[in-house]
């Protein structure tokens, strides 16, 4: 058997259409390769290519935008994630040949030119080249291999409160000072260092211009007197922000919005922390109404929904550790009702609750949940600060800035790199082990040269046990060398300029962030198949070891046959005890795992040289894509089918309630990873009329240690109407994983896994 080729990145939501025609798109991408071509200097290199995309690829403004900035991505580029264009100097190569069919034959030729070129030099494909290994490491997302590896730089969240406290004109007098101190001692690697930062500082300020001209050409044509005037407003406040640091509430985003574009960033931080306080200064001066501002922040995240990332676009609020709690807690009021009016799927809104917070905050977001809006998200942080604290080994102060990117991992806001570069599919393992190395799915050997025993030589669950573990030692070690690899390859391409100055603490150590300059350089392990996986073992345990039902190798055969002609085994083996009930048998093996791998992929950081190296247990659709190339499993799932979303319980598996889901979840201490997706659904009459009894549920979990709750409300029946008839619900929004999305642009094959969640009603 073999599987489909999937893309790189989660893509449900269809991108817009580049502004330019395919002539201008193409001299655009030739203008890049030939600025890279002619530049050795990999810092002076990116400052030049950089000068080739921006401001050209920044779109026209809509009318109905109130805050402004849309940018197009081109299948060769910069950028820090395959979301948005690809990593470092990228090539897209799928994009580009299809970009090649929209020319005319006689510019083919360029095309290829192109393609040959970057066949040498795409960075992710100089990372591929060094670091994949047969049959054991493949492509993200290869869902062939029990191990998988890229080269990015996600979840990177920018020091956005020394951007709004410095402005531009602050930063750039704060790396002159720097680079007069280096020509001074005549250091001409950090000479060149904050050459290049001040360049791309201009960079910004270029893009500010451009911005300034639209909005002037607008104002110019627009007979709307309302628009005029906010046209004006806007560009009094991009005026301002070219060499001030931002005085309203306008400004601070304008600016931290064309900064985080041109850095590629995909993750926009803590924005009540740095936004909340220009924003009581404007509503207490009167230079907004409450209804003004929400408009503004609406404009804001829709721009943020435009980029059609799918599974970043973060923003949070909420949490300890903020500079001025009370403003803040003003931006996050009004965000949350701007989130309940736009009913989109980004930004990824997470609201960071905590014993003592307003309580007012927290009924209003519940109230915004029971609409039917999968926002906000979630994140407890009386557990997860501790759980921080204990993973990364920082102090309470640095836990304080923990934040969530992605499908759910965590990093230091503005103070460190942690972006998920490696996967395992720990249940594709367990299945190769439990057959002493071969991979039922395509009959490759994928044991990476450990010795196991084999079925016939299996004799206990100790032996079973420990032919598990020891392939799983394998895989946590080569995923781990090959996450540094892939900051090691990033490095040597290029800095992330812009990135690195909003990062600690580049600046202070005139280093990039991947070349030392980082306060924190981690890396990230994305487990799936947890619970199939725990499940699995035990049922071999009970069913196969104590009651002695079936032998060892009887079980290897049906698994291998996808249990034809076994199915009195395949429902013994279902109804074996399963993770999510409050069952100390299952829950016990469970939690043996979820230890044995959390610190074994922690204990290699020091192996590879980075400050941490941690799980994290979530979700976009992969549990669906790569339960389509996992073989028959011993806890009674069939070839093919999706596995568990992240640690939750496999769908529909837990019968008991979801009291004892959740005293199952929060067995699975979270200061052993880096963030976790728990994900519950409650049907709206449950959740609406009963609210008292889900406020006890949800906070007797939280009590308990739950460290987040990703909570969808939906209609009874409203899925499995929406599953057989889409036509009549293009609107309904439901949670993935990581990520939440329009029911109806899923694989069917998601949209079951979804549908077949336990509804709580």
């Given amino acids: 058997m073999s599987a489909p080729v999937i893309a790189e990145q989660v ?7 580049c502004e330019k025609t395919p002539v201008e798109q193409l001299a655009v991408m030739e203008a890049y390769t030939l600025a890279h071509r002619s530049e050795s200097s990999p810092l002076i290199r990116e400052v030049k290519c950089l000068q080739a995309l921006y401001p050209t690829l920044f779109r026209s403004i809509q009318p109905e935008d109130k805050i402004i900035g849309r940018l197009d991505v081109l299948p060769i580029g910069f950028g820090c994630v395959t979301s948005v264009g690809g990593v470092g100097h990228y090539c897209n190569f799928s994009k580009l040949a299809e970009f090649k069919s929209s020319l005319p034959e006689g510019l083919h030729h360029r095309i290829d030119a192109l393609l040959d070129y970057w066949h040498t030099h795409d960075t992710r494909s100089i990372y591929f080249r060094q670091t994949l290994k047969d049959d054991t490491l493949g492509k993200f997302v290869d869902v062939n291999y029990p191990a998988i590896a890229t080269a990015r730089l996600s979840g990177m969240y920018l020091d956005y409160n020394l951007l709004i406290d410095l402005g531009l004109t602050g930063l750039r007098e704060k790396i002159q000072h720097k680079l007069d101190a280096a020509i001074a001692r005549e250091d001409e690697q950090t000479i060149t260092l904050h050459q290049a930062f001040l360049g791309m500082l201009s960079i910004v300020v270029t893009v500010i211009d451009r911005h300034i001209q639209l909005a002037a050409n607008e104002l110019e044509t627009t007979p709307d007197l309302a628009r005029k005037q906010h046209l004006s407003t806007l560009i009094d406040a991009l005026m301002h922000i070219r060499t001030q640091k931002p005085e309203t509430f306008l400004q ?4 931290s919005w064309l900064y985080s574009l041109c850095a590629g960033v995909v993750n926009y931080g803590r924005m009540d922390d740095y936004l909340g306080a220009l924003l009581v200064h404007d509503l207490n001066a009167g230079l907004l109404t409450e209804r003004e ?3 503004y922040i609406r404009s804001h995240y829709r721009l943020i929904e435009a980029r059609k990332t799918t599974v970043n676009g973060r923003v949070i609020v909420g949490g300890r550790g903020r500079r001025q709690p009370e403003h803040a807690d003003v931006y996050c009021r009004l965000a949350i009702q701007a989130v309940q009016e736009n009913q989109d799927t980004e930004p990824q809104f997470t609201l960071r609750i905590y014993q003592g917070m307003n309580p007012a905050i927290y009924q209003q977001a519940l109230d915004v949940i029971g609409t039917g809006i999968t926002y906000p998200i979630l994140y407890n942080d009386d557990v997860n600060i501790p759980a921080v604290m204990h993973s990364m080994q920082v102090s309470e102060e640095d836990a304080e800035q923990y934040v969530p990117f992605g499908c759910g991992e965590f990093v230091l806001s503005g103070r460190s790199v942690g972006t998920p570069n490696t996967c395992m599919n720990v249940l ?14 395509d009959g490759k050997n994928k044991s990476g040269g450990v010795v196991l025993k084999t079925p016939q030589q299996i004799s206990s669950f100790d032996d079973v046990m420990s032919n598990y573990k020891n392939l799983l030692n394998y895989y946590i070690a080569i995923t781990a060398k090959a996450q540094a690899s892939s900051y090691r390859v990033m490095n040597q391409q290029v800095g992330f300029l812009l990135t690195s100055l909003l990062t600690s603490d580049c600046i202070e150590r005139e280093k990039t962030l991947l070349n030392g300059g980082a306060y924190r350089l981690g890396g990230t392990n994305e487990t799936y198949g947890n619970t199939n996986a725990s499940d699995s073992l035990a049922a071999i345990k009970k069913v196969i070891f104590e009651q002695q039902k079936y032998d060892y190798a009887t079980l290897i055969e049906a698994l291998k046959v996808d249990f034809v002609d076994h199915e009195k085994m395949r429902n ?3 109804n074996a005890p399963k993770f999510g009930n409050d069952d100390g048998y299952a829950d016990e093996i469970a939690v043996e795992m979820h230890e044995y791998i959390c610190n074994g992929v922690r204990d290699a950081a020091q192996q590879v040289g980075l400050d941490s190296y941690l799980v994290v247990i979530i979700n976009n659709q992969v549990n669906t894509e790569w339960g389509r190339a ?5 806890d009674g799932r069939q070839c093919g089918v ?5 640690n939750n319980p496999q769908s529909g598996a837990d019968k008991n309630g979801p009291t004892a889901m959740l005293n199952s979840l929060v067995k699975l201490d979270a200061k052993y990873h880096a963030g976790s997706v728990q994900n519950i659904k409650f049907s709206k009459t449950l959740f609406n009329t009963r609210r008292p009894l889900v406020n006890a549920l949800m906070e007797g979990y939280f009590e308990q240690g ?8 939906v209609g009874k029946g409203e899925l499995e109407a929406a599953y057989q008839h889409p036509e009549n619900y293009p609107n309904l929004i439901v949670r993935v994983g990581g990520f939440s999305a329009r029911f109806v642009n899923l694989d069917r094959d998601v949209q079951l896994e979804i549908l077949n969640r336990t509804l709580n009603d």
């Fill in 11 to 17: 893509d449900v939501n269809k991108k817009i259409p």
């Fill in 252 to 255: 601070g985003i304008q600016l």
């Fill in 293 to 295: 501002a929400i408009d």
């Fill in 428 to 441: 594709k393992i367990l299945n190769i082990a439990l057959t002493g190395g071969i991979d039922f799915w």
């Fill in 572 to 574: 013994d083996l279902i």
């Fill in 630 to 634: 996992t073989s028959a499993s011993a």
């Fill in 642 to 646: 999706y596995m568990s979303n992240a």
């Fill in 706 to 713: 739950g460290p987040q709750l990703m909570v969808s409300v």
